[in-house]
């Protein structure tokens, strides 16, 4: 086995270069830079191994030509260039994509069609309780003695093609005075709707041969509408659904807890308000908080008596109350209200304090 290569290619038995041998003078180079004899000079010491003072030197790096880079590149495999190319075309493909969809919204933005209906915010609901309303009116009002009138009538709202004369046999009299649209539902595609109509009628009875007033009676419709491209019309003859009482939900609102100290005090300055509220906007001013403006009754009741005052608690400046008024109508009728009103401490230039109404309901 050859004996291990020296660094430098040295080989065994040469003396080590910067070591004179015995009997042999320093190089004049170390003379002039002071060099001792059996040590290196630093321009010529090399960069000792970081694997320890017995492991094998590396291979000696050849110096670099000019404008040659101090560094080597390696191939890349193909898998690489793959994925590197396949990700680049991905983002590319993204941008184009969002900037043809940014200017095609540009240029044509999306419209939905005037003859699809997709919500019930599209539908005519405004136009829907006034076509309703008129038609039941036409729809609930009838006469024995002009038997076309009532056609003619229903005839204004109700879609061309059908008989306005459907669910009447010609018989009787009745007046429907007047009706109060409520909701509209809507159907799922947009085009038919039904609204709850309230129509107050009087009926006609035949005492002889003369047809006499009878009761007020206010009765309930559901009426179908459809949407046109002209209008709104009438679908079909209404039907009558009952209107019925229902409670209360359980989760009202209430009115708070009970300030009873200041609901005495104040009680008097409310018997004053309500006495100014029946009668004039003049006297409801002057006992109405700084900066409220109060509508009176304007002598349609006058005032008879508080049957029910309560002031509740609140912050400092503000609070509820609620009132159980008896007004006085015509002859010796009486009508009993409650009303909700909000007070509003007010301070005088002298430093009195007082409460007085700023809102009513």
């Given at each position: 086995m050859a004996p291990p290569r020296r660094p430098g290619g040295?080989?065994?038995?040469?003396?080590?270069?910067?070591?004179?041998?015995?009997?042999?003078?320093?190089?004049?180079?170390?003379?002039?830079?002071?060099?001792?004899?059996?040590?290196?000079?630093?321009?010529?010491?090399?960069?000792?191994?970081?694997?320890?003072?017995?492991?094998?030197?590396?291979?000696?790096?050849?110096?670099?030509?000019?404008?040659?880079?101090?560094?080597?590149?390696?191939?890349?495999?193909?898998?690489?260039?793959?994925?590197?190319r396949f990700f680049r075309g991905l983002v590319v493909a993204v941008l184009l994509l969002a900037a043809i969809s940014g200017i095609?919204?540009?240029?044509?933005?999306?419209?939905?069609?005037?003859?699809?209906?997709?919500?019930?915010?599209?539908?005519?609901?405004?136009?829907?309780?006034?076509?309703?309303?008129?038609?039941?009116?036409?729809?609930?009002?009838?006469?024995?003695?002009?038997?076309?009138?009532?056609?003619?009538?229903?005839?204004l709202d109700l879609a061309a093609g059908l008989d306005g004369r459907t669910g009447w046999n010609g018989r009787g009299k009745q007046v429907a005075v007047i009706a109060y649209p409520g909701e509209v539902k809507v159907d799922s595609g947009g085009v038919a709707a039904v609204v709850d109509v309230r129509v107050r009628v009087q009926q006609y009875y035949l005492k002889g041969?003369?047809?006499?007033?009878?009761?007020?009676?206010?009765?309930?419709?559901?009426v179908p509408v459809a949407r046109t491209a002209a209008r709104v019309v009438a679908s079909g003859p209404p039907t009558f659904v009952p209107d019925s009482r229902a409670p209360l939900p359980e989760n009202m609102p209430g009115p708070g807890a009970p300030d009873d100290v200041l609901t005495a005090a104040t009680k008097e300055d409310a018997k004053a308000f309500f006495g100014a509220?029946?009668?004039?906007?003049?006297?409801?001013?002057?006992?109405?908080?700084?900066?409220?403006?109060?509508?009176?009754?304007?002598?349609?009741?006058?005032?008879?008596?508080?049957?029910?005052w309560q002031v509740y608690t609140g912050n400092d400046d503000e609070r509820r109350a609620t009132a159980a008024v008896t007004w006085k109508g015509v002859g010796d009728t009486t009508l009993d209200?409650?009303?909700?009103?909000?007070?509003?401490?007010?301070?005088a230039t002298d430093g009195a304090q007082r409460w007085q109404v700023a809102a009513v309901g």
């Open positions: 040295q080989q065994p038995g040469q003396p080590v270069q910067g070591h004179p041998q015995p009997g042999q003078q320093p190089a004049p180079s170390e003379q002039r830079h002071g060099a001792v004899p059996g040590q290196r000079t630093p321009e010529r010491l090399r960069q000792r191994s970081p694997h320890g003072a017995h492991a094998a030197p590396g291979p000696v790096r050849e110096p670099l030509e000019p404008g040659q880079t101090p560094w080597a590149t390696e191939p890349e495999s193909s898998f690489s260039t793959w994925a590197r095609r919204s540009w240029i044509s933005p999306n419209r939905t069609p005037d003859t699809v209906v997709g919500s019930q915010t599209s539908f005519p609901l405004d136009e829907a309780r006034a076509i309703a309303t008129r038609y039941a009116i036409s729809y609930l009002t009838w006469d024995e003695a002009n038997p076309d009138a009532r056609p003619a009538q229903v005839g041969r003369v047809m006499t007033p009878g009761t007020f009676a206010w009765q309930r419709l559901s509220y029946a009668e004039s906007d003049n006297k409801v001013s002057a006992v109405t908080a700084p900066g409220s403006t109060i509508r009176s009754l304007n002598g349609a009741v006058k005032f008879g008596e508080l049957k029910d209200q409650t009303y909700t009103l909000t007070l509003r401490r007010t301070v």
